[in-house]
């Protein structure tokens, strides 16, 4: 599969839910995290962002949130541009922040409530809904994610996994258009690794909008329909479906997402393709 040209800027139609033109981004320092970066995404795509520790998966998806606005570029959502002068008024602020959910790789980041009904109803706590539909919708979201038993404790005493369920559900509860989760099987066993594949495709079945860095290539296709990969010199290097990614084996080990690995059998010996495990990662 040829890689796509970071030159090109793919068309942005009315249906857009985001658009990145030309994006770069440096840290304080000069330290680069993305370098021209363009891509759009249309409603109902589930996206994966692929990419090595430090390529800048993160950095993109913190973006696309509002958390970080570009060095250079645009980034636009739902037709409107990120920048500090819209993201400070309140009234688009907090109609983006109604449309748009993002769950951390850490759970700790975004938990701070004294107990986990606490943590799910901060949100809808804020608009205009009563405390009885708050109730239900707690109700609802927690029952949906599994998490009803856990509504009376505290966030902080809970397992790994769990807390990670209670942040996804502290989001969901707002029912956005679009979904950011940043690796969200890091750090997770294996059931609740499949908990988290069902539970994406259950969202992407009713519409919502899924973008996802990861670097656990063996759940790709059960996770996401496009990938994104971004390379070590944080440029854009690929844009394509799931499979089309996966059977690039030259984009896979020049992006250092799979290194080869050689078995000797007798006389005679074959290369494998490994993916990376991507258990601990730590991106931009």
């Known amino acids: 599969m040829d890689t796509v040209s970071t030159g090109t800027m793919p068309q942005v139609t009315a249906q857009t839910v985001f658009s990145v033109e030309h994006v770069s981004y440096r840290y304080p320092g000069g330290v680069v995290a993305l370098e021209d970066v363009s891509l759009v995404v249309r409603p109902g795509e589930q996206v994966a962002v692929l990419g090595a520790n430090g390529s800048g998966k993160s950095t993109l998806l913190k973006m696309l949130n509002g958390l970080v606005v570009p060095t250079s570029g645009r980034v636009r959502a739902f037709g409107e541009e990120l920048n500090d002068r819209t993201l400070r008024d309140d009234t688009m602020a907090r109609k983006f922040r109604a449309r748009v959910g993002f769950v951390f790789q850490n759970p700790d980041s975004q938990l701070f ?21 708050v109730f239900q919708r707690v109700q609802d979201v927690a029952q949906m994610v599994g998490i009803t038993p856990l509504l009376d404790r505290s966030p902080y005493h809970l397992s790994g996994g769990e807390k990670k369920r209670v942040a996804l559900a502290s989001v969901l509860v707002m029912n956005p258009d679009a979904l950011l989760l940043d690796e969200p099987t890091a750090g997770l066993d294996p059931r609740s ?23 656990h290539l063996e759940l790709l296709p059960h996770m996401a329909k496009r990938a994104v990969v971004l390379g070590e010199d944080h440029t854009l290097q690929a844009d394509g479906s799931v499979g089309e990614i996966l059977q690039d084996e030259a ?21 494998h393709l490994h993916y990376h495990a991507g258990e601990h990662e730590h991106d931009h």
């Open 113 to 133: 409530c004294a107990t986990v009904r606490d943590e799910i109803a901060f949100g809808p706590l804020q608009t205009e809904l009563t405390e009885e539909e």
């Open 193 to 215: 690794q499949s908990w988290l594949v069902d539970t994406l495709a259950a969202l992407a079945a009713v519409g919502k909008t899924i973008i996802l860095s990861t670097q």
């Open 251 to 271: 984009l896979l080990l020049r992006t250092n997402l799979a290194h080869a690995h050689f078995h000797r059998h007798g006389t005679t010996g074959h290369v």
